[in-house]
């Protein structure tokens, strides 16, 4: 290996520490998909490093081309040398480094969804949470506490590169965090097991900010005190728990329904009014065109409670 290799392997470790992340404002990313999202998102590629012997398309060739071509550095690495810096389950081709950092609060934008994970512990489930976030048209992620970083390579690659897209900003403490969005006159609705409401039953408005917790443990008790609402998810089966990016596509995708559902224009009556009209009852009536009715029952639910995070 050159001499210019080996700096950029070292500069790969160096940023596996998040303190020198932090420092640096750089980030280590997984993937062509991946990497294409930061160049889409206007961010900076200051070097791609690529095993050509893993690359397997055409498309990752062209586009390797194209980095050069923009002025990146792009380093050559042999498969065993690859095998260091690209720690994944399934191979990869590339890995770059992206200049990137979660934004500050007073750096985010308005909007009528929020979502705030607080002491999340793993990596992959932050950037699950992100991937969701951005899926129900959230306008931001609040990564509070002491967990994991979003700017880790591995909530990247879990995130699919939405969080260069979908701003991403950290506190420092929950406290912070909730006080940021009440400040924004946020309605914050905190996931919980001990939650009286469904999360289906609640009424959501606009702006809200929807606050998961730790996998294991949930909220703490202060930051579940400091919400305005609170909800469940009642579970049917004999889990406990949802894992955290599930738990938020469940809520979530409810909380941007009635958010956009308020904002709709009025309907005609019975149509779209979200008021139930009876379905006429199909009878059997004798002769050649028969028609058979089929009756449809339903079981109620159990009042189980489960924790969304």
Not at 294 to 305: F, V
Request: include cysteine; hydrophobic fraction near 45%; proline fraction near 6%.
């Amino acid at each position: 290996m050159t001499s210019v290799s080996r700096q950029w392997l070292a500069r790969v470790r160096d940023l596996g520490r998040r303190v020198r992340r932090d420092a640096q404002g750089a980030c280590i990313v997984e993937g062509v998909h991946a990497v294409q999202q930061a160049v889409a998102a206007g961010l900076s590629i200051e070097a791609v490093l690529v095993c050509p012997e893993r690359v397997r398309s055409a498309e990752v060739r062209d586009w390797v081309r194209g980095a050069r071509a923009r002025g990146s550095t792009v380093v050559e690495l042999p498969a065993g040398a690859f095998a260091r810096v690209a720690r994944v389950d399934h191979p990869v081709a590339l890995v770059a480094v992206v200049r990137w950092r979660p934004r500050r609060l007073d750096e985010l934008p308005a909007g009528d969804l929020v979502v705030v994970a607080l002491d999340l512990d793993d990596a992959g489930n932050l950037g699950t949470l992100i991937r969701t976030a951005d899926a129900a048209g959230a306008a931001a992620v609040i990564v509070g506490g002491a967990g994991a970083d979003p700017a880790q390579r591995k909530c990247l690659r879990a995130s699919l590169g939405t969080a260069f897209r979908l701003p991403v900003a950290r506190a420092g403490t929950g406290a912070e965090a909730l006080a940021w969005a009440r400040a924004g006159g946020y309605r914050t609705v905190a996931t919980s097991p001990g939650a009286r409401d469904s999360y289906s039953a609640a009424h959501y408005v606009s702006p809200s900010a929807v606050v998961f917790g730790n996998e294991r443990h949930g909220l703490d008790p202060a930051s579940l005190r400091a919400c305005d609402q609170r909800v469940r998810i009642p579970m049917r089966g004999a889990a406990e728990s949802l894992n955290v990016g599930v738990a938020a596509g469940i809520v979530l995708f409810e909380v941007r329904r009635q958010i956009d559902a308020a904002r709709a224009p009025p309907c005609p009556e019975g149509v779209g009014s979200g008021v139930a009209v009876p379905s006429p009852v199909v009878r059997e009536v004798p002769g050649p065109a028969h028609l058979g009715g089929q009756e449809a029952a339903s079981r109620p639910s159990p009042a189980g409670a489960v924790t969304g995070t």
